[in-house]
């Protein structure tokens, strides 16, 4: 078994492009390219996907590999999770040869997964990877992938970045992003390229609604310290964002309720940010413990927490005035793309490390 921790960033093909010149910059030690098969499997009853476990076989140079990913768990587009690989001699899942981590138990024996696993959808990519070292001794790899998802005649792209962390700590890969170049047109990737193609199969959940009793809520509860009143609110916008992104833009923009009530929703989260400006302060000490640069991150957090609050302000009195539902939506999704927007979102993930 191996820990994997990795960022994920969807992003444009002009951010790509700048990444791939910035690479260069760095001592590489490791530059090459492959195009990737990935056949995604499940059983009749989607075991897999119920325990937000993803099975998968990947051909690359005529090599195959098997990886069982378990939960693990998300902050945004952090992921760490356990991931069990082994070889295969052909694209044909083989279960029982997961016996060998003894530390792997599955509520079903290897056998009886054999029998009813299929697959479910593929993914076809070009793949390219950069392994660099950053410095004291800290290691990522760095793969850009471009392609396509594949499932019941239907196709999405891909095209996203994902950071590793081969060797070092966790605060080193939103480091390294955050002294990119940074391009409007990077997002946090929130979904993994398996829950992108369960969705696609018509197997996936749907984007989960956010409501102003959501909000009312989170503004209820007690919270114990600044940092984990911090990490509900950062949890909070991943949830906001995340809706923004999977509900279906055409029923969105349809429904005028529903346009403005997004609009409310993001500009209450970011008037209670610029409010509540000391809560970054009582939670310094987390900054401290990872000895980062407090004063500089709490100035860039609250920075942004007010440029963006003005943003959301203009683009509400916009669709207030034209009531363009259209207009008003990809403005607020142009809004939760830029640059600044990310550096701010890294920023807020840092305060809730531990």
Known sequence: MSQEIELKLTANQEVINSLKQELSHFQLLTQKQVFSQNSYFDTEDHFFAKKKMGLRVRKEQDRYTMTLKTAGSTQGALHIRPEYNVQLSSSTPDMTQFAQYAELQLERDYQTLQSTIQPI?????????????TGNGTQLEIAIDQGKILAKQQQAPISEIEIELKNGKVIDVLNFVQNLLFLDGMRLGQESKAERGYQLAGLGKAAQKVTFNDWQQLLQQHYVSAQEQILALYQYELRLLKFLEQTDRSKLISNAEATTTMLDLFSKLYQYYVEKTALLQQAASTL????LAVAEIIDDVYEGNQVVYQQLRQIIARHLEHQDHAKAIQQLFDLTAQGQYLQRMINLLKFTLK
């Open 121 to 133: 959808f593929s993914t076809d990519f070009q793949r390219e990877y950069y392994l660099l070292e």
């Open 288 to 291: 401290e413990q990872q000895q």
